[in-house]
């Protein structure tokens, strides 16, 4: 059987325990994704209806990475 696949009980706490530790950039990193893409959209379809094609997607897209990059930047303070 392949070693990725293991079941070994080892292996999985040896995984869990990374997956903890590392809890705090993965948050960090989907929230970057997230709030770009949440607030890119809410942007896009605020353009629709108000018809200022592209100003309210760009201002989305500018909020979105900048909470993104706050949350990041909180994490990265966390773990030094």
Known sequence: MDER???DPAAI???QDNLRRNRPAIVATYSL???ILLFGAAGFFADQYFG????????????GICLGFYE???VS????
């Open 72 to 74: 990041l930047v909180k």
């Open 52 to 63: 200022t094609k592209p100003w309210c997607l760009l201002a989305g897209l500018a909020f």
């Open 13 to 15: 706490k040896s995984m």
């Open 77 to 80: 303070k966390l773990k030094t």
């Open 33 to 35: 994704i997230g709030a």
């Open 5 to 7: 696949l293991s079941t």
